[in-house]
T-cell receptor, first 115, second 110 residues
Framework: GAVVSQHPSRVICKSGTSVKIECRSLDFQATTMFWYRQFPKKSLMLMATSNEGSKATYEQGVEKDKFLINHASLTLSTLTVTSAHPEDSSFYIC???????????FGSGTRLTVV | GQNIDQPTEMTATEGAIVQINCTYQTSGFNGLFWYQQHAGEAPTFLSYNVLDGLEEKGRFSSFLSRSKGYSYLLLKELQMKDSASYLCAAPSGGYNKLIFGAGTRLAVHP
């Protein structure tokens, strides 16, 4: 079946630095990928929709200059958390779709801790 | 607009049956998903309903009523490993972005 690889699985960084998270579709082409954020004991909150070759579409309240999304190819989308702060510490998950009826495949998630 | 509601927490006994309800309001309808998520892990797919009725898949079944904007996930013969969060989700909008409900944390006890 479809596989989405997400790296790194865990990252600890210092306040003020930037962190890049990669999401790759391994055996299919993903025109659209989605980035979610999840706080402890909460559900997945959609941050943005990443489209290959065009600008990402951000959900209301998500700072596009802070969470930079690049979808340079049909198999790779990246999320860069710029100038990270402790409040950015969270679980970030990417997802790729081959069409709504085909389902959504999730990456394994990235646990970001900003110290 | 879009809104997906489900209970926050439920508890059940090992071996029992539990039903987790979900009501939804979305712009357009492209089906209703159920996912299971253990703490610190990504969600795993359980079911997808696009037509009314009950779909059974082993110990898990999912029901949909489009006219009522209602779905439920039925878990039979509960096992301790079924303790997890269960997320109701629906595609919405032009890119069919998947929107999640708040999730239901199920605790199965002996």
């Amino acid at each position: 079946g479809a596989v989405v690889s997400q790296h790194p699985s865990r990252v600890i960084c210092k306040s003020g630095t930037s962190v890049k998270i990669e999401c790759r579709s391994l055996d299919f082409q993903a025109t659209t990928m989605f980035w979610y954020r999840q706080f402890p004991k909460k559900s997945l909150m959609l941050m943005a929709t990443s489209n290959e070759g065009s600008k990402a579409t951000y959900e209301q309240g998500v700072e596009k200059d802070k969470f930079l999304i690049n979808h340079a190819s049909l198999t790779l989308s990246t999320l860069t958390v710029t100038s990270a702060h402790p409040e950015d510490s969270s679980f970030y998950i990417c997802s790729a779709s081959q069409g709504s009826r085909s389902g959504y495949t999730f990456g394994s998630g990235t646990r970001l801790t900003v110290v | 607009g879009q809104n997906i509601d489900q209970p926050t927490e439920m508890t059940a006994t090992e071996g029992a049956i539990v039903q987790i309800n979900c009501t939804y309001q979305t712009s357009g309808f492209n089906g209703l998903f159920w996912y299971q998520q253990h703490a610190g892990e990504a969600p795993t797919f359980l079911s997808y309903n696009v037509l009314d009725g009950l779909e059974e898949k082993g110990r898990f079944s999912s029901f949909l009523s489009r006219s009522k904007g209602y779905s439920y996930l039925l878990l039979k013969e509960l096992q301790m490993k079924d303790s997890a969060s269960y997320l109701c989700a629906a595609p919405s909008g032009g890119y069919n972005k998947l929107i999640f409900g708040a999730g239901t944390r199920l605790a199965v006890h002996p």
